[in-house]
């Protein structure tokens, strides 16, 4: 009985950390593509300045937590529609 436990807990633990990974692999890769459509747009409306700015970190402009927070709205909006 014991040996099942171990085995069936340990397989669904790392089936969730590789999800919880996958995941975070998504969220990280949409606010690099969001920050670079707002640095793009910003340059192109900036069309005094010939240079392009020093390009920062992938979460310069906005904080991990605000970004989670904000998908974390449009889960519940989801959920709501169901």
């Known amino acids: 009985m014991f040996n ?3 085995i069936t ?4 633990l790392a089936i969730i ?3 919880l990974r996958e995941d975070n692999k998504k969220l990280a ?4 593509v969001r920050e670079q459509q707002e640095r793009y747009t910003s340059t192109r409306l900036d069309r005094g300045s010939e ?3 020093a390009a920062p970190g ?3 402009h906005q904080d991990i937590r ?3 927070a904000g ?7 989801v959920g709501d529609s169901r």
């Open 4 to 6: 099942v436990v171990m």
């Open 9 to 12: 807990g340990v397989t669904s």
């Open 51 to 53: 240079s392009m700015p």
């Open 29 to 32: 890769l949409k606010a690099r």
């Open 71 to 77: 998908r974390s709205q449009e889960w519940s909006k």
């Open 17 to 19: 950390c590789h999800l």
């Open 58 to 60: 992938p979460f310069a």
């Open 66 to 68: 605000q970004f989670v």
